[in-house]
């Protein structure tokens, strides 16, 4: 509508009128957005110090934050259009990708080169240490404990996941409660993996011998006459049994999204192998596995990069402790407990480093399949 | 015809097993939510089959709800922290995946490169160096800080999946609304958004499990403080602090999963879907 306005010859007027009107109209694109920015800026103090009931500050939060973003974009378009039409052109697509830019630029890009920066420098960040925060990171032998305990995540995490979905899936397929199984297995994926582990207290428990066992597995052992085991205090029994966890949450979502992939291999490909003599292993091994191998592998990199970057599961169930720590739970500890800034700094660049060709293989996989 | 049969009952036996493997954990933690401090420390949840006596109360519900714990004002901070930081991301991801798809400027290509490079850089190389950037504003401890903190790490993949939908659809239809006068705002708000609801619902249940299962950003930037801390950050206290009161645990374990299993249960077909979209997350 605008561009039909510019292309319309306006009507001759007066010296004073145009004056006016263009006073008039850059008073108004001043008052718009101050009165935008005031509405909002109120909002958040009130946000920040009112003694409303929560319920109150609740909704009103909710509003005010779509609220706000959403009247940014429409300020920010309407004074756009205010200007002449080049400008408008030329301004407008930042309107559209700005905010992102600017989001994306604040919470990941500095923050990254901060953080490479920040690795070579000393816990207070005043003096350059080189690569010492590195040399550290790789002979301190609670950080190669932390290490070797990702490699356990990422090993057994992601082969055991991705394999018993794949299994599952199959299996699943072929029995009569699909639907069932489907949904109660894939259900984990919806709880947080700090309400798991408050699950899997339950079943990891221990009491000393003698006294009664509320958890299920000294259950089980007690039932076959065996004496309790404290299963979380020796290493490395006990990140394996945390590995658990995040299989019993992650398999459902392997499960799900392989059998979605072997709904689409055609039945006549799997008939013309039986009918050609190949066993039912022969069949899955060299007709299903390398046809939905592509998703096996997006599968596989996303857990992956959840094992890598494993934090929930560890702070939940030991707090990192019996030499059950990972990466991303003692950079935790030395930004934060320690304040040991160069550190924490240089443990979440290895992570970035580690997660790196992870993600960039899942991307090339993942790409075109998108939604 | 009797090896077909066999194999088909030994199937439904193993799924049979799979499922009662997978549940049993949870069935014994929401059997445990409903004892007593004492039955608890006395005997195993599985107990109750045998000798359901004393076995049903709503005490440590309505402890871990109204009293010290106060889990009812973290839900509540829950909800205030989890519905804006979906629809905010999804919102200023939306508008970007426009102006990368169908608006022309210069370094548009290179731009979108950067966002997609981005996708690799994980969340925990932004906890220091924002959160000093929020003491210094004194924005910590807000909610727009958490809100935004997920806009930021959800922003990459959310620009990145929604750009490959909206490129995707038919060009015919924006330029016939663009000769009808109507401005890109307008396109975008009367004819992208509408398009794009499949992508962006599934986009929205995924950040949705996200941001409220998360632990790591709330706890950073939103604290532990009993006002403002998420149900996620309680949990982990209550496991920390006082590791023994476990009946007040279970029951807000299942506080907290209550809203994410029903939306999975409600939405399962496009919880599929969104977490496909989502499989990358930084």
């Known amino acids: 509508m605008e561009r039909a306005d510019a292309v319309a010859t306006p009507p001759p007027r007066g010296i004073a009128q145009v004056l006016a009107a263009g006073v008039g109209r850059i008073l108004v694109s001043i008052f718009v957005p101050v009165v935008a920015f005031v509405v909002l800026w109120?909002?958040?103090?009130?946000?920040?110090?009112?003694?409303?009931?929560?319920?109150?500050?609740?909704l009103v939060a909710i509003v005010w934050g779509i609220g706000g973003v959403a009247m940014l974009y429409v300020v920010a378009n309407w004074l756009t259009e205010k200007l002449p039409a080049t400008w408008q052109g030329r301004i407008l697509p930042f309107v559209f990708v700005g905010p992102a830019l600017a989001i994306l630029t604040f919470y990941l890009l500095v923050p990254a080169v901060l953080t490479a920066w920040a690795s070579l420098f000393d816990a207070n960040g005043q003096e350059f240490v080189g690569l010492d925060n590195y040399v550290y990171s790789f002979t301190n032998p609670e950080m190669v404990t932390a290490i070797r305990n990702n490699v356990l995540w990422l090993v057994f995490g992601t082969v055991f996941s991705t394999g018993m979905g794949l299994a599952m899936a199959v299996l699943v397929e072929r029995s009569r409660l699909d639907r069932l199984a489907k949904t109660l297995i894939f259900l984990p994926m919806a709880i947080s993996f700090v309400g798991a582990s408050v699950i899997w207290r339950f079943v990891y428990s221990y009491q000393p011998e003698g006294q009664p066992q509320v958890g299920l597995l000294n259950a089980i052992l007690g039932a076959f006459g065996l004496g309790p085991v404290s299963w979380l205090t020796g290493e490395p029994l006990n990140t394996i049994l945390l590995i658990v966890i995040l299989i019993w949450g992650q398999t459902g979502f392997a499960m799900v999204i392989i059998g979605a992939a072997l709904k689409g291999v055609p039945d006549e490909m799997l008939e013309a192998g039986r009918i050609d003599g190949a066993t039912e292993?022969?069949?899955?091994?060299?007709?299903?596995?390398p046809s939905i191998w592509p998703t096996i592998v997006t599968v596989a990199t996303t857990i992956a990069i959840l094992t890598l970057k494993i934090y929930d599961i560890v702070t939940a169930m030991t707090g990192g402790n019996f030499n059950t720590q990972v990466i991303a739970t003692l950079m935790w500890k030395q930004a934060f407990t320690f304040f040991d800034a160069g550190r924490g700094a240089a443990l979440a660049i290895i992570l970035l480093v580690a997660v790196t060709p992870v993600i960039w293989y899942n991307l090339r996989q993942f790409r075109g399949r998108a939604i | 015809m009797r090896t077909i049969k066999w194999s088909r009952v030994a199937i439904n036996l193993t799924v049979i097993a799979l499922i009662v493997v997978w549940t049993v954990p949870t069935i014994g933690l929401f059997i445990t939510?409903?004892?007593?401090?004492?039955?608890?420390?006395?005997?195993g949840w599985w107990t109750v089959f045998t000798n359901p006596q004393g076995a049903f109360t709503l005490d440590n519900y309505q402890k871990v709800l109204f009293g010290g714990d106060g889990l009812a004002t973290a839900f509540l901070n829950t909800l205030a922290v989890t519905i804006p930081a979906v629809v905010i991301p999804i919102l200023i991801a939306a508008f970007a995946a426009y102006g990368f798809a169908w608006m022309d400027f210069p370094g548009r290509r290179i731009l979108f490169i950067t966002v997609v490079a981005l996708l690799v850089v994980p969340l925990q190389i932004a906890l220091i160096p924002v959160l000093k950037a929020y003491l210094a504003i004194d924005l910590n401890g807000t909610f727009l800080a958490v809100w935004l903190a997920h806009a930021g790490f959800g922003l990459a993949l959310a620009t990145y999946l929604l750009y490959n939908y909206i490129s995707q659809l038919p060009k015919d239809i924006i330029e016939s609304a663009a000769?009808?006068?109507?401005?890109?705002f307008t396109t975008f708000r009367r004819l992208i958004l509408p398009l794009s609801m499949p992508a962006l619902a599934s986009f929205a249940i995924f950040q949705f499990l996200w941001v409220w299962n998360d632990l790591l950003v709330a706890t950073t930037f939103l604290g532990t403080d009993q006002d403002v801390a998420v149900m996620t950050s309680r949990l982990v206290s209550m496991t920390g602090s006082r590791g023994q009161d476990w009946q007040l645990l279970t029951a807000g374990a299942f506080v907290s999963m209550i809203v994410p299993v029903m939306v999975f249960l409600a939405l399962q077909r496009y919880f599929v879907k969104g977490l496909l979209a989502g499989s990358v997350k930084g």
């Open chain 2, 33 to 43: 939510s409903f004892r007593d401090k004492q039955a608890i420390s006395n005997s």
């Open chain 1, 281 to 289: 292993w022969q069949v899955f091994r060299r007709l299903i596995v």
């Open chain 2, 179 to 184: 000769l009808d006068g109507a401005s890109h």
């Open chain 1, 42 to 58: 109120a909002g958040f103090l009130w946000l920040k110090d009112s003694g409303a009931p929560r319920i109150v500050i609740v």
